[in-house]
């Protein structure tokens, strides 16, 4: 049986500055897959980001951390997808989710990106929002003004926490979403959000 997804993204903004901040949530994801799987990330020139490849059952499937700012995502998604003909329903993009709490966690296929820069910019290089999405909730500051830095700071120590169990917890769904049993993994993480 093929894989239901052949590219894995994480959002995030390149450099220690950014590391432990909320925006990085999609790559804490790509991070701790990359770790369970024992994978290597490698500079690619061709997309700008940091690519890993994992066999599954026989078949390569991608992760990509693109290294450009989080504005400027889809350039990297789109390189990587195009070389390796990756359809955008083959997609799936893991990021925070201000709509969200620290500690939710869920699956969803397609629909907008939601104000998120990262995912308009797929949307608008793919030209396509049929990709699935991990999304991590973050929280929100309370007051649109304040979402910029928000997101741009670190989470509380206690909000961490609870955002690391949320990527732990969809990472242990990678299994049946790879086998293309969203519905499973969607009741599983939807159950415990």
């Known amino acids: 049986m093929s894989a239901a997804f052949g590219l894995i993204v994480g959002l995030g903004n390149p450099g220690p500055k950014y590391e ?10 790509v991070d701790e897959v990359a770790r369970r ?28 951390k693109p290294m450009r700012y989080m504005n400027l995502s889809g350039g990297a998604v789109s390189a990587v997808a195009g070389f390796y003909k990756i359809q955008p329903s083959r997609i799936l993009v ?5 709509d969200f709490e620290p500690g939710v966690v869920k699956l969803k296929v397609g629909g907008g990106h939601g104000g ?9 290089r793919l030209g396509s929002a049929d990709f699935a999405r991990i999304r991590l909730g973050i929280g929100h500051p309370g007051n649109r003004d304040e ?4 997101v741009l700071d670190r989470p509380s120590r206690h909000e961490g926490g ?27 993480l939807h159950g415990l959000s």
């Open 20 to 29: 432990q901040t909320r925006h990085n949530a999609g790559f804490w994801f």
């Open 162 to 188: 609870l955002l690391r169990e949320a990527v732990d917890r969809a990472a242990d769904q990678l299994p049946q979403i790879l086998a293309g049993k969203l519905e499973a993994a969607m009741n599983v």
């Open 116 to 124: 998120h820069n990262g995912l308009r910019d797929i949307v608008a």
């Open 147 to 150: 979402v910029v830095g928000y």
């Open 37 to 64: 799987y024992r994978l290597d990330f490698a500079v690619d020139s061709r997309s700008q980001g940091l690519t890993a490849r994992m066999d599954w059952e026989g078949e390569k499937i991608h992760l990509l």
């Open 94 to 98: 893991a990021h925070d989710e201000l």
